[in-house]
């Protein structure tokens, strides 16, 4: 699971076109969305690679966990590696990985071929997060910002719908969303090669690999009170794409890749829609909308799972996934204005560290309590526990009466 950065982007190397060049904008949005496909993609795959290989549900979010932790290690080397050798060079080699990455799901035949398949996925979307968000604002400094946040939350979803559509309709299910998606990239590696640079490269690019983390001061409180809707939204994105189509499929009692997909479709994709309707609303009232539709949402989502009604459950999703790309965003910018520019780079990455140990610590954590205590108790454990953060991230905000 994948979503907007911004390091790097506001480096002092970065040097934004004198005018928009919307050739490279369209380029390297369409380049996100397919790398986030490429990230959801396996999710529908999952039930077909437990059948074959026979491997406990533990094992099934210790796969999806594993290509959060290589991507957030990743992210935290490479996000500001861009600025030092280039935007191209950077995409070039993150393409090449993830060229790798689908070579692997081609030809995994067993759990050990599948988990390093994901975590060479999740180094390649890493390396390619930091370095396409920059290239996104340097090639339009008004739209770029933009497309860096919606393009990753519609990837994501049309990956896993698409990977849906595959698995159900076309032979060999788990090669065919493999191979389209390779073909895709070759393309696009190939039409880098026409895409002008967006920076000077500078020195320094080896010193840049140091993790470096970081809340300045100013940021702390904010960051407190905005932190129980970033773990809730995050955590319910882990639930998704690790085993939220394992619950669609248990609760519609169809075993259809395609219906079991929905779910990983609807939370991002709707959240990329929130995202992109809300951008001008005050980010305060973006968080409170964003945590009250996720409250609203996983009362649905567990009310369809009770009634095992599987309209009313993703009709719970859909409006969870509101509130999950609302909250990210308005989330994100309350605390990002607030840390100095030579700060924001070392603080996006502590924000990330949240998401994504949010996301893969907690989809973990669900998939072992699965093995105990059976699949919805853990739903409802989990649903309660994500609503319960929405609801305290509410009140918090709601108790700041200044306008953000």
């Known amino acids: 699971m994948s979503s ?3 390091f790097g982007a506001s480096a002092p190397s970065a040097e934004p ?12 949005s369409l380049l996100m969305v397919t790398f986030l496909a490429a990230s959801s993609a396996p999710t529908p795959l999952y039930q077909l690679y437990q059948a074959s290989w026979g491997f406990s549900t533990t094992w099934l979010t210790l796969v999806f966990a594993s290509y959060i932790f290589a991507l957030l290690a990743s992210l935290l080397m490479t996000g500001s590696l861009s600025d030092h050798l280039g935007r191209r060079p950077v995409v070039a080699a993150a393409i090449l990985g993830e060229i790798v990455a689908l070579g692997l799901f081609v030809t995994a035949d067993d759990l050990a071929w599948l988990l390093a398949a994901r975590i060479v996925q999740g180094v390649a979307t890493g390396v390619a997060t930091s370095a396409l968000a920059a290239a996104l604002l340097d090639s339009d400094p008004t739209r770029g910002p933009l497309m860096a946040s919606i393009a990753p939350l519609s990837g994501m979803g049309v990956g896993a719908l698409l990977a849906g559509v595959l698995v159900t309709y076309l032979p060999a299910p788990m090669q065919g969303v493999y191979l389209l998606l390779l073909v895709l990239l070759m393309m696009l590696g190939v039409w880098l090669l ?42 319910l994105g882990g639930f998704s794409l690790s085993l939220g189509p394992t619950l669609v499929e248990t609760i519609s009692h169809c075993q259809s890749p395609l219906i079991g997909s929905l779910i990983t479709f609807l939370l991002p994709f709707v959240g990329g829609i929130s995202v992109m309707v809300l951008r001008s609303r005050p980010s305060r009232l973006a968080v409170l909308l964003g945590t009250a539709c996720i409250v609203v949402g996983m009362l649905g989502l567990l009310l369809g799972v009770a009634l095992t009604r599987i309209d009313i459950l993703l009709g719970g999703t859909a409006v969870a996934g509101i509130g999950f790309g ?20 070392a ?4 924000f990330y560290v949240i998401c994504y140990l949010s996301a893969s610590l907690l989809a973990l954590i669900g998939g072992i309590a699965t093995q105990h205590v059976g699949l919805l108790p853990t739903t409802y454990v989990y649903g309660s526990g994500v609503a319960l953060l929405s609801l ?12 953000i």
């Open 4 to 6: 907007p950065s911004r």
């Open 17 to 28: 076109y004198p005018a928009p060049r919307q050739g490279s904008l369209v380029y390297y």
């Open 194 to 235: 026409r895409i002008p640079e967006g920076v000077t490269p500078r020195p320094g690019a080896l010193a840049s690999l140091r993790p470096h983390a970081s809340i300045p001061s100013p940021v702390r409180k904010p960051l407190l009170r905005v932190a129980p809707a970033v773990v809730a939204s995050w955590a």
């Open 326 to 345: 609302a909250a990210f965003m308005g989330a994100l910018r309350i605390v990002m204005p607030l840390a100095p520019p030579t700060e924001r780079s």
């Open 347 to 350: 603080l996006m990455a502590a």
């Open 392 to 403: 305290i991230a509410f009140v918090a905000t709601l108790s700041q009466r200044q306008a």
